[in-house]
């Protein structure tokens, strides 16, 4: 029952502040959640009014990161949650809640439905690629990115064919593509959607080994000032690469709230011998342990970059093995052969290796790692 | 051996049960909605935690309880509104004025029946605590189920769920043992979980459960039954896994070859020992040390009090039997093999171990278990000591023994436990199997 706290206590001074909430009451989107709650109150079996508040509080989630308002999200939709043929719009609010919990299949049968109501739904086809490019399946990704590129052209359906060009060993096509789509109409995006834009960039550059072009693409990101905490992991990965921990420490300075950018402030910590890297690293095996106590089983490529930066090779492999096979996006494939690497088993690292042969997929960092693990044959 | 020798790293691997919590891998294309914002992986969802403790009582275990819940002040908040000025901050001044509400809120949503009658909750002053998401109140409560209790129109549950759950819950069917139903935020967060950390006796191990929507009325038995059939269990593992256990096999017979031998130093040769008896003594001296050194060092490890690098303990191993192998080609310590066994017995311990953790020890019945594992083991190896010692005495004088089992036995057994080490220490792929 002790993750990582002390023993029970009783606060002495009233005002003592033991918990700060995510947003203020009168913030606009709590003023938003509020409105969309008395709508949904009033009438919790209207669809359309159960849809709103749900999609709101996942996109919550979205913009802070905490997973409580997937929670929130699928009991208000309880009273569909369970039936098979639900109405479209549901379908779409479940799905991104499903593929959230790793239910991708489900996710995946959610949208099919939804493109079959509504052809049209950009939205819908969007997730369908996004989950596609998850799973690692390329052809399905590269059908759903022409489809929304049909519906909705520019720089982002863009950045979704590029995605599935880089998955098929066609990266600098890919890049050069997005580049052109990102300089004639990339001024014309919110930030947000600038940002994953850039991050795309920042990305594809890395994958070519171009880490000083990754490097300011993502410094590009990082001034347009909309937090992005992925943004964040990729530029904090992309400076651990590189060697430069240092640079992760004053990055990510207070921002382990994120269990992503723990990991990476942990990583750094431990490659800089900095002496909060034992603080950081037991704080996050405490979540990861809570999170398995109670089955969750979603975070297991972070679980196993820890478990390697901490020696415990079995554990890190055992765990990137299984995340493989949910997962496979060149970062699951990574762990994979790292965690192969370490434990000095060639042989799990098959998987990967058909993966990427059954793709053609060129990545110059897999292909190093796979090359160290043919020579402990 | 059949369980993998050639990368020990397989069998810690099947240790590992855990994970992790929900990752929005597909943030990517989510731009596009408009909603641009990115899920991240960060925070927790929401889980309680519950723990529950029988107290000593005159109607037997079971009838009186102590109780304590952690409920975190996010889930609270969205449920109650504890942020009385609206400043996105919760101070124990907001939360202490609230507690009666909360205890109610909260204990109208946990029943707990006891051999089918019902416990009337009772809320105890307030705590606060850190998770590792934050802070939670921790609320004490007593369970009282005696059959004089008050009954419990007042520990009904406010939400009542489904009708199906909540009759198997009341004990008209199953009337035995502990039931729980937990109904908390039931329908506010589809996600949230309860985690239960059941305790028959006190500091006596825990039985851990979760609940959720789909698992809201659960079920629990004391643990005295499935104590003794973990008992049984773990024994047949415990000679099965000496009998497969190839290494530790090798490395007793190493030491039992010469037991019915005895070495002569002057003309550096072995002679036939003198008496039955004096053969069974040699042998019970070893198998006894070998015996209290591993299980000493096995139930550390299986403890989790004790631990070692997997790799040097199986290198150790191999080790051992070639040391012990060679000491019977180039005696030098023949007087004392028992004190070979006991200090390569706690070695040996540790590979008992691993073992044990690959199958998992039942968290509820964790030392009967062990001691089940402990007690097979012995009784494996003393099959082997049966079925060795008589053939072994039976043949002593003849040059078969002399030469074909002890000398040859013993290079086989020296070369073959080589390559165990030069696999197990350096990787290196030299053992047939």
Partial sequence: ?377 | MSRCLKTWWCQAAARWTAAVAPAARAWALLALAGAAALPVQAHKPSDSYLRLQAVPAEGGAGTRWQGQWDIALRDLDHALGLDADGNAEITWGELRQRHGEIAAYALARLEMRWQGQPCRLRAGPQWVDEHSDGAYTVLPFEADCSATAPTAAASAPAAAPQEAAASAAGGHAAATGLALRYSLFADLDAQHRGLLSLHWQADGPAVSAVFGPTQAVQHFEPGQASGWRAFGQYLVEGVWHIWIGFDHILFLLSLLLPAVLVWRVEGRHWVPVQGFRRATVEVLKIVTAFTLAHSLTLSLAALGWLSLPARWVESAIAASVVLAALNNLWPWMQQQRWSVALAFGLVHGFGFASVLAELGLPQQALATALLGFNVGVELGQLAIVAVFLPLAYALRATAFYRWGVMVGGSVLIALLAAAWFADRAFGLSLAPF
């Fill in chain 1, 1 to 377: 029952m002790q993750p990582v706290q002390a023993a029970p206590r009783l606060p002495s001074q009233d005002s003592e502040v033991l918990e700060r909430l995510p947003a203020r009451a009168d913030a606009p989107r709590a003023r938003e959640r509020a409105r969309l709650q008395q709508a949904w109150r009033a009438a919790p079996q209207d669809v359309a009014a159960a849809v709103a508040l749900a999609q709101h509080d996942f996109d919550t989630t979205a913009a802070d990161g905490d997973p409580r308002h997937i929670g929130h999200a699928q009991a208000t939709l309880a009273p569909w949650w369970s039936l098979a043929d639900p109405p479209w719009a549901v379908r779409l609010v479940r799905a991104q809640l499903r593929q959230f919990n790793h239910d991708f299949a489900g996710a995946v049968q959610d949208l099919q439905a939804v493109v079959r109501a509504q052809p049209q739904s950009a939205v819908a086809w969007a997730w369908l690629a996004a989950i596609a490019l998850v799973q690692g399946r390329a052809q399905d990704a590269g059908t759903a990115c022409q489809r929304l590129a049909s519906l909705q052209p520019g720089p982002l359906a863009v950045a979704c064919q590029s995605q599935v060009q880089a998955l098929i060993g066609q990266t600098a096509a890919g890049l050069a593509a997005l580049q052109q789509a990102w300089q004639t109409a990339g001024s014309a995006l919110a930030p947000e959607q600038a940002v994953w834009v850039l991050t795309r960039l920042g990305e594809l550059h890395a994958a070519l080994g171009d880490t000083a072009a990754a490097e300011q693409r993502f410094q590009q990101a990082l001034a347009l000032g909309h937090e992005d905490v992925y943004l964040r992991a990729a530029h904090a990965d992309l400076l651990l690469d590189t060697a430069r921990p240092a640079q992760v420490l004053q990055a990510l300075e207070g921002r382990g709230r994120a269990d992503l950018l723990l990991l990476r402030l942990a990583l750094a910590a431990q490659a800089q011998r900095d002496p909060r890297a034992e603080g950081w690293t037991r704080e996050l095996a405490a979540r990861f342990e809570a999170a398995a106590r109670r089955g969750d089983s979603t975070h297991d490529k972070e679980a196993s970059r820890l478990a390697l930066a901490q020696g415990r090779t079995a554990e890190a492999l055992a765990l990137a093995a299984r995340n493989f096979e949910v997962q496979k996006e060149v970062a699951d494939a990574r762990a994979l052969l790292e965690a192969a690497l370490a434990a000095r088993q060639p042989a799990a690292a098959q998987p990967v290796r058909d993966w990427m042969k059954g793709l053609g997929l060129q990545y110059a960092r897999l292909q190093a790692l796979l090359a160290q693990l043919e020579a402990l044959r």
